[in-house]
Structures are given as C-alpha cells and as structure tokens.
C-alpha cells in the first residue's frame, strides 16, 4: 500500500480539523512504513497515537458538527464509534498473536486498514462538512474556533 499526501481534495478550509488530519494521515503514514518493515515498535506508538486521536479529534469534530447543526450528525457518529471498535479489535488481534510472524501479519494488515479508512472517511464522511463549516467562519471572532 502506498504512503498518501495531503491533496487540496481533503481539505475542509477549517485548519482547526485539518491539522488534525493531517496530523493522523501522518500516523497512517507512520504504520504502512512501519509494517513494510516489520518494525513493531513504531506500530506499538501508532496505536497509542491512533487512540490519541480518536479521543481528542472525534470529540472535537462531534462538538463542531453540533455547532454548525451538521444534520447527518447521527450517522457520522456512528462511523466514529465502529473506526473505534475496529481499531481495538485490531489492537487486541496483535496483542495476542502467537507469534512474531503473525503479529507482522497483523500489522500489516492494521496498517491496511487505516489507509483506507483514512482515505474513505475523510473524503466521504468528514468532507460533507466543507459547505456547513463557513457558518462557523461567519460566527464574531470568539466564537471562531
Ligand atoms: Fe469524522
Ligand atoms: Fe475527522
């Protein structure tokens, strides 16, 4: 699987999400080269990193989508919550595997699905956003963040 840039596409002109996608498209980065090479020990910090974010930046994207009354607000929590489960399901799978050459397995297969979950959320789910997010820009000063 291929390491993916930051394309104009995924932005939502909202630096506030941005970086933090950025941010996390850097971690998915982090876990295909990390899984390549079988490097266990940076797939050990892209899941403490993965769960990082899903604390910090899901919860500041939920509170956004309220803020600018986003109204599939419901269906794009729910995708937040299965990202979750997913992704623990994965940590656990590695965290048991029988053996070093299953855990590589294992790793490579997270660092799979992160990839394509990154890609297919942010440009399906997070991008409808875009055209609520200039309410926010529109908001006095104070409350524009
Ligand atoms: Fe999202
Ligand atoms: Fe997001």
């Known amino acids: 699987m291929p390491i993916v840039s930051w394309r104009d596409q995924m932005s939502l002109n909202y630096p506030p999400l941005d970086d933090e996608h ?4 850097n971690t998915v980065n982090q876990a295909v ?18 769960y990082d974010y899903v604390r910090y ?5 939920e509170d956004v989508m309220e803020r600018i009354r986003f109204p599939d607000m419901e269906a794009h929590m729910n995708a937040h919550q299965t990202f979750i489960q997913n992704i623990s399901e994965f940590r656990q799978k590695y965290e048991n595997a029988p053996n070093l050459t299953q855990k590589k397995k294992i790793a490579v297969d997270t660092a799979n699905f992160l990839n394509l979950w990154f890609l297919g ?9 875009k055209p609520y997010l200039v309410r926010l820009r529109n908001l006095p000063p104070r409350m524009n963040y």
């Open 33 to 50: 080269v990390a899984a390549n090479a079988g490097d266990l020990q940076t797939m050990d910090e892209v899941f403490e990193k993965s």
């Open 22 to 25: 950025q941010d996390f498209l």
């Open 121 to 129: 959320h942010i440009l399906s789910r997070d991008k409808l956003l």
């Open 57 to 61: 930046h899901f919860a500041h994207e």
